[in-house]
């Protein structure tokens, strides 16, 4: 067996959580017989600094995502580029090696762990047994829609930003939150702005067309508004939650406060590029390629500071070896390693209590590993 991963570390503390994922692999390695390759390439900021301002998204990063198994990125962007008149900036890498892989699915679990309850800002017994799978919309919407531009108007500057859907981008992530859903407690809930959106509207209409094909699994749609109060006062209701593309990104932050920390949390970015794959375990699978990565910014403030938290991208690792590997077994190794590190009371500056000693990133990153052996 063998496995292709492309790398795409970027900016702040993206190299340094990154390395402790790859770090996480080669140990579990050892164990499962996986045969991982790893190739890097430069994107974000980096890439812009590489260069010379030309691109934030090199080719070469994209004809790696292209050829790979599966793929593993850090972190891009800092106050460095952080210009809003610049042509090129860093985010401009993640839009488009999204859209160039058509990783149309973005799947973010947000789940709570007994012994991380008292991270949280909420009471324990709202918190206690959250189990939240979020599916945003990656390829459509606001963040792509044309024209966005600054302008001179009338009455002075002006800008104007364009949300756009058609039907089939709304059809196949909604199959996909119902494909998912069956697979755990059988439940989806779809988030819009029906009351005030015709993209919203539209997104409602198709989601419904699509729960009338899948009445095996219980259905409901709820405004992003109410949805965003409903997350904090119960949200062990929720199973899988689908959005679209803003109102998953804003959501997705709000609902990682219920563990206690962005630092805990993964992502799957997943496309259309499916294949038949067999695994360790001798079972061959379906997999789907994506590219993963913690759902934290770059942290450019504790960058080079060995403070941060590795086990986002850790957990991120996981969820590509269940999705885009087919090693289930392996994935579950790989959590089973992070919650006994936790379980240990090992916390990151992130996680730490006032008055508690905090792990350094490669610290936390080595009591996963020791917990894999």
């Known amino acids: 067996m063998s496995a292709k991963i492309a790398l795409y ?160 981008e709304v059809r196949r992530v909604v199959e996909v939150a119902f494909d998912l859903a069956r697979q755990r407690r059988k439940k989806v809930t779809s988030v819009d702005k029906a009351n005030v959106l015709s993209t919203s509207r539209l997104w409602r209409e198709v989601a419904t067309e699509v729960a009338a094909r899948n009445r095996d699994v219980a259905y409901e749609d709820l405004l992003v508004d109410a949805m965003a109060m409903h997350l904090i006062r119960r949200p062990k209701d929720f199973d899988v939650i689908v959005t679209e593309n803003l109102f998953g990104d804003i959501l997705t932050d709000e609902a990682a406060m219920l563990p206690g920390s962005m630092g805990l949390l993964p992502s799957a970015s997943l496309g259309p590029r499916r294949s038949r794959r067999k695994a360790t375990d001798g079972v061959e699978r379906e997999v789907v390629f994506g590219l993963y990565e913690p759902i934290h910014g770059s942290a450019p403030d504790i960058a080079g500071k060995g403070i941060a938290n590795p086990l986002a991208a850790i957990l991120s690792a996981a969820m590509m070896l269940r999705f885009s590997l087919g090693e289930p077994a392996a994935a579950a190794d790989l959590e089973r390693a992070v919650d006994a590190a936790l379980a240990r009371g090992l916390r990151t500056a992130d996680l730490a209590a006032p008055g508690e000693k905090a792990v350094s990133t490669k610290e936390m990153g080595e009591a996963v590993r020791a917990a894999l052996r």
Not at 79 to 86: H, L, S, V
Not at 158 to 168: G, I, K, Q
Request: negative net charge.
């Open 9 to 168: 570390p970027g900016d702040g503390i993206g190299p340094e959580v990154t390395a402790e994922a790859v770090a996480c692999l080669e140990a579990l390695d050892a164990r499962h017989r996986i045969g991982f390759s790893f190739e890097e390439a430069t994107i974000g900021g980096a890439a812009i600094d590489a260069t010379g301002g030309k691109t934030a998204l090199p080719e070469q990063a994209t004809r790696l995502g292209e050829t790979a198994d599966g793929a593993l990125l850090g972190a891009v962007g800092g106050p460095k580029w952080d210009d809003p008149k610049a042509s090129v900036r860093p985010e401009q890498a993640l839009l488009g090696i999204r859209k160039h892989l058509e990783l149309f699915a973005n799947l973010r679990p947000v789940k709570t762990v007994e012994s991380m309850l008292g991270a949280s800002t909420l009471k324990p017994e709202v918190v206690r047994g959250v189990d939240i799978l979020v599916i945003r919309e990656l390829t459509g919407g606001i963040y792509f829609g044309k024209p966005s531009e600054r302008r001179q108007g009338p009455k002075g500057r002006e800008a104007v930003d364009t949300m756009l859907y058609d039907e089939s």
